[in-house]
């Protein structure tokens, strides 16, 4: 592979981001998105991180989203964003990758322990059958978008749409599995669906104008409301064979990642501001859709919307509350804030690795995944709208 084809495939794009219904998109405040680093505009939560897997709480947890929650099934596809090679994994419990785009852990593994149950499995792998369905299933894919063409770049992958078709093949599985359809109506009423899309939209799409010709086409508030549309199509379908609760989680502050600094776009200290505030009209427009699905248009289901932005903005406002002391720069990567390449075959990473935010050139750390996670099971509306993840789970629609 030449030297070219290399930078190619390590200049991965991916953060945070959920879910879908056609909603006419309110534009946000610039306050909404603030862009310094030191001033991202949240709230704040207490935090935790979950020791061991309790009693469940939920029947099982379908993930669908990108690579701030896939966990291998790029491993199957001939796609180039892939996280399979040292030192992604070093701090997992065997020290070697696993799919994972992160050092460790992810959120859902940490979010499964809080709901007493496992990481499900990658849809990709073969063994994905059987029993080994019956905890959940995780769909999500490297590069995908709520679009179809987005991440196209990097080869294959499963996008929102796909990811929609893949659970469908296992809910026939289910239904060879149950052949109660009440028995399967229960088990999926029970089931907690979490969806992370639209960063690579933005990161992976919108702005990359040298290949993809959205930025041309529509304004800032024109594309949150196509994605929106795209999502709220696949939402309902997901509702239409039987799940009944979701959390969609909004997108983080993409102007803050080391990818977004190393472009030199931002001052000293600050964020990208443009970046950010582009972000607005997305998340308030899925806040706007998490509100429209719950006002009894489908009855016997609830939507959570996770504020990942004020989450992530909130870290980065206070670092040191968290434990954390470096917040500008990947702990793996090379260039400019660590954010010009992502982690590179065999490199060591930082040492510190618990004292950063960023973990490669887009994605967080586990300890931030830890953090994540807490908030959204246990946080306040303020985290998660109208109710956190506990009590969803707590809900019998039964």
């Known amino acids: 592979m030449g030297s070219a ?4 495939w390590f ?3 991916m953060i945070i981001s959920l879910i879908s219904t056609v909603v006419n998109v309110v534009e946000c405040s610039s306050s909404t998105t603030s862009t310094s680093i030191s001033n991202v505009d949240i709230g704040s939560s207490s935090v935790g991180v979950s020791s061991g897997l309790t009693a469940a709480q939920a029947t099982a947890l379908f993930v669908f989203g990108d690579s701030l929650v896939e966990n291998g099934n ?5 796609s180039m964003a892939k996280s399979n090679y040292y030192p992604y994994g070093v701090d997992s419990n065997r020290g ?10 992810n959120v859902i593994d940490y979010l499964g322990a809080w709901l007493g149950i496992a990481s499900p499995p990658p849809f990709a792998d073969p063994a994905t059958t059987g029993a080994r369905i019956l905890g959940g299933v995780n769909y999500a894919s490297a590069a995908a978008g709520i679009l179809d063409e987005t991440g196209q770049h990097y ?3 499963y996008s929102l749409s796909q990811q929609v078709i893949n659970f469908e093949t296992t809910l026939s599985q289910l239904r060879t599995m149950m052949s109660d359809p009440n028995t399967l109506n229960k088990y999926l009423s029970k089931s907690i669906a979490i969806l992370v899309f639209g960063s690579n939209d933005y990161i992976n799409n919108y702005l990359m104008p040298a290949i993809y010709p959205s930025s041309f086409n529509y304004n800032p508030s024109q594309f949150a409301n ?3 549309n795209h999502y709220a199509r696949q939402l309902v379908a997901l509702y239409s064979v039987g799940l009944r609760k979701f959390v969609v989680a909004g997108i983080g502050p993409l102007g803050c990642i080391p990818n977004q600094l190393a472009t030199g776009q931002a001052p000293p200290g600050r964020c990208v501001d443009y970046v950010n ?3 607005g009209a997305f998340n308030q427009g899925l806040l706007s859709l998490v509100n429209i699905m719950n006002n009894g248009t489908h009855p016997g289901s609830m939507f959570v919307y996770a504020n990942s932005y004020g989450a992530i903005g909130d870290i980065l406002n206070n670092p040191a509350r968290y434990g954390f002391k470096v917040i500008d720069r990947g702990c793996c990567g090379i260039g400019r804030n660590q954010g010009q390449i992502t982690c590179m075959p065999w490199t060591p990473p930082c040492s510190n690795r618990n004292e950063y935010v960023f973990w490669d050139a887009f994605h967080p750390t586990q300890a931030v995944d830890a953090l994540l996670a807490h908030r959204a099971y246990a946080g ?3 985290d998660c709208h109208p109710i956190n993840v506990q009590q969803l789970a707590l809900i019998n629609f039964s």
Do not use: E, H, Y
């Not at 084809?5 to 190619?8: L, V």
């Not at 790029?74 to 001939?78: D, H, I, Q, S």
């Open 5 to 8: 084809a290399i930078s190619k």
């Open 11 to 13: 200049l991965m794009v």
């Open 74 to 78: 790029n491993n199957f596809l001939n």
């Open 96 to 105: 070697r990758p696993t799919g994972k785009f992160s050092n460790g852990n």
């Open 155 to 157: 080869g294959q992958r």
């Open 226 to 228: 196509l994605l929106l």
């Open 277 to 279: 505030q582009m972000l």
């Open 380 to 382: 306040p509306p303020s």
